[in-house]
């Protein structure tokens, strides 16, 4: 469980860096799954079948199972196992991997507080394998305004709400979305996936069930686990984009000419990769950290973590852009449709850090009449 209350450091010294068996052994099994049924997309859309049979393997992979806790017959997989998992889902199109994925962190976070039975659908295989989803929801800066990045138009919400003195988490049930939704404005088509901002309706919010967490029933700690699990999901996904930019970069500068030489052979050719490589790996070493702490992480490590990855992220990015010529050369590349992906989930990461520190302050979040235009 991720928890502000221990404000003191990771000892990095005592973790362990290296992969154990079964850490390696479930890597390699993503792996083969992605080189085959994923990375592919990156040069060749899918069809519809090929996707359906995509998604259906995906279901295979047993990550509901993973995640489940051991006395419902699962594995209970800790943070570091399932963000190991997830960033080999991003060597193929990000919006691929994140609509595989799209429900592991709800599911873990509501694991971790004992309340997986107040999901509609009570088998938990279904929210990997196509049949439904548990929708991205991210608080945004004004009460009342949320984004979601969601797979099925009727999916449950897992949101935080303020009501009275308390902050709740409550869940909006698909039969209640369209009355608690009040105005739906689209940011982004990511294939099958849609990023919107959304505008409740206070009033039919407070009506949503409560979700019970806990033995204690505690809310309060349950939306920051919410809300750490999503951004800890976020930097998986960017993470594993990022090492899969960079190995693209330094295949593509050792292929490449300019001047009759190896791009690779340039100085400043040579820098820009060694910048992106240390991005790269300086991202994956402190989600590695946060995720292997062991002892709850403190809010403001996990929040210094999501904006570190937002950033970097980018920059990679960029660096890749500049690295292959320019936009007008990138087009036709494997790594093109995550130039496009890229900002969208660094935009929903960069929110949820600034949700993570509203909820973990005593102010409440300011109203629409409030807020700074």
Known sequence: MLSHCDTRPANLASLSWTLSKEQQQLCEAVHRFVRKRLSPLLTQPATPSHWEETVRLAGELDLGTMILPTHQGG?????????????????????????????????????????????P???????????????????GNVAGKVWVLYRHTDAPLLLPHERADERLLVLVAPPDLGRV????????????????????????L???????????????????????ETGLYLCALLVGAMQQSVA??????????????????????????????????????????????????????????????????????????????GHGYVEGLPPAGR?????????????????LGQYTSSSPLPSPREAHP
């Open 75 to 119: 594995l209970a997989i800790d943070h570091t196992d399932l963000y190991l998992v997830i960033q080999q889902f991003a060597a193929g199109p990000l919006e691929r991997a994140a609509e595989l994925t799209l429900s592991a962190p709800a599911l873990i976070a509501l694991r971790e507080h004992d309340a997986l039975d107040c999901l």
């Open 248 to 325: 693209f970069a330094f295949d593509y500068a050792a292929s490449r000419q300019s001047f009759r030489k190896p791009l690779a052979t340039h100085q400043l050719v040579a820098a820009r990769l060694a910048d992106m490589l240390i991005s790269a790996r300086g991202a994956r070493l402190f989600l590695w950290a946060v995720a292997k702490s062991g002892l709850p992480a403190p809010d403001t490590l996990i929040r210094q973590l999501l904006r570190h990855v937002a950033a970097e992220a980018m920059d990679v990015s960029r660096e890749l852009v500049q690295l292959c010529g």
């Open 339 to 355: 130039f496009q992906t890229t900002p969208c989930l660094a935009l929903l990461l960069s929110q949820t850090e600034t949700a």
């Open 206 to 228: 407070a009506s949503c069930p409560r979700i019970a967490c806990g033995p204690d029933r505690a809310n309060s700690e349950a939306i920051r686990t919410l809300l750490a």
């Open 121 to 139: 659908a009570r088998q938990v295989q279904d929210y990997f394998n196509g049949s439904t989803s548990i929708s991205l929801a991210i608080p």
């Open 181 to 204: 939704i009040r105005q739906r404005s689209r940011i982004a088509t990511l294939q099958t996936l849609a990023l919107e901002q959304i505008t409740l309706d206070p009033d039919e």
